[in-house]
């Protein structure tokens, strides 16, 4: 089997990028986000991309640069509060989006990942996001349907994964990062620690090798903090 | 004197039971964590992926993988668990989640809650909200009586999308609570804060409600 380890994330990516395509981009906001991996898609400048993610990075980071060198078309995403630029191009017309709640976006994207081609949820009834989408009656409730998501290319961050592709994540930077690596054509994944094989747990492994086609250590990671709230050393009490 | 924010979060942590699992979302709500009764154990779920949220960590023990639903930083406890969105969402759709304290832009009379977009000027999206109450036991609402014009929040139907349809089981706004019981029966007006007067909150209320108060 050829390797699935690449030197750096230009080549992670060769032959992967098109334009038009539909990209998924792992992340919470900006934690878990496969930074290495979005620097080369706008180093690229493939461009047209519907891109699913739950936020679009912020302005100058994350997403938020392929937002700014216009190669997003599309995004599929359920917030994106924190980006000015995202909220202007949006109310002008000028970016189209696809509102998803939350939850939805992450089960579409594991139904995707799982060979589900939909599913029901309680989520949206009543809402815009139930506009033109099939509802049905269980056990006297109604339910709307949601399609899948897949998408051409997924990339995603863990902390640490080895040769095989198995991949583990840390504390909240896991999010999507989990269905996307499944719901991928082809998922690229980006680790801090790219370590021997062996001396992962196997126990502990979060996503199995089978998803991941190519894998790299990213040289280094910006890891911006959001927002810092702290509370003062002198405080014993909880905040 | 109407209800301050911090009032309006105290009052909201009396609706806490010990045992229960709880979201808060983003922006007031969170402040709902100060006020939980010493000796009362309550579970914190971020929807990003935590049970057992801890406090903000102590100044230089941040860590940007460790972040809540607002994007905050914030420590772990040792009761705590991480895991993915699809699973989060699993525990909030799947009725596993007791409590739901959320703000609002406008509440109806039906239970109606809108939160999340004001067509053609603002549009944040509604990132875990519909989930939330589809999903959640129990939905308290926590927002300011009126707009900043002094248009009422509390109204016979609202006009801005929704984010549920007859969702609400309690307001707690700065003039007082509210059962909204999901719009099954009238809206009741169960308390008012120190000071503001039955009258006041007529003016002020655009959905007709009943009360014993007087």
């Known amino acids: 089997m050829a390797t699935k380890i690449q030197s750096d994330a230009a080549s992670a990516l060769s032959g992967l990028l098109f334009d038009g395509m539909t990209v998924m981009a792992g992340g919470f906001g900006l934690c878990g986000i496969p930074e290495n991996l979005i620097l080369a898609i706008r180093e690229s400048g493939v461009k047209d991309l519907t891109v699913v993610s739950n936020n679009c990075g912020v302005d100058g980071f994350g997403l938020g640069l392929l937002l700014e060198n216009g190669q997003i078309r599309k995004m599929i995403s359920s917030y994106v509060g924190e980006n000015e630029l995202f909220e202007r191009l949006y109310i002008e017309g000028r970016l189209e989006v696809e509102f998803t709640p939350q939850g939805t976006l992450a089960e579409r994207i594991r139904a995707g990942g799982a060979g589900i081609p939909a599913f029901y949820t309680r989520t949206g009834v009543g809402t ?80 199995p090798g089978v998803y991941v086609h190519r894998i790299l250590q990213g040289p280094a990671y910006e890891k911006r903090i959001e927002r810092l709230t702290t509370r003062p050393r002198s405080e014993k009490a909880s905040a | 004197m109407p209800w301050t924010r911090d009032d309006m979060t105290a009052r909201a942590a009396r609706e806490l039971k010990d045992g229960f699992y709880v979201n808060l979302g983003i922006g007031i709500p969170t402040l709902v964590a100060n006020h939980i009764p010493p000796g009362m154990e309550v579970t914190l779920q971020s929807e990003n992926g935590m049970l057992g949220m801890g406090p903000y960590p102590f100044e230089g023990e941040e860590d940007p993988d460790l972040v809540n639903a607002g994007k905050m930083t914030i420590s772990e406890l040792d009761s705590s668990s991480y895991f993915n969105s699809a699973e989060s969402f ?101 308390e008012l804060a120190p000071g503001v007067t039955l009258e006041e909150v007529r003016a002020r209320t655009e959905a007709a409600f009943v009360t014993d108060l007087v």
């Not at chain 1, 961050?157 to 040769?163: E, L, V």
């Open chain 2, 90 to 190: 699993a525990m909030i759709r799947g009725g596993h989640i007791d409590l739901s304290v959320l703000g609002a832009m406008q509440v109806a009379a039906n239970g109606d809650l809108a939160n999340w977009m004001v067509p053609g000027k603002m549009v944040k999206g509604m990132g875990g909200a519909m989930d939330l109450v589809a999903g959640v036991k129990r939905v308290i609402v926590v927002m300011e009586h009126c707009e900043k014009s002094g248009r009422s929040k509390l109204v016979r139907e609202c006009t801005l999308p929704l984010t549920g349809k007859g969702v609400v089981d309690l307001l707690i706004t700065d003039l007082g609570v509210f059962e909204i019981n999901r719009g099954r029966g009238a809206v009741r007006l169960v």
């Open chain 1, 128 to 207: 815009v996001v139930a506009e033109g989408k099939e509802t049905r009656e269980f056990d006297g409730e109604t339910y709307l349907m949601e399609r899948a998501l897949k998408a051409d290319i997924s990339i995603v961050k863990a902390w640490k994964g080895d040769a095989e592709g198995n991949l583990i994540y840390r504390k909240t930077a896991r999010n999507f990062n989990p269905m996307m690596a499944t719901a991928g054509r082809v998922c690229v994944a980006e680790v801090e620690h790219l370590v021997p094989t062996g001396t992962l747990d196997k126990d502990m492994i979060h996503t």
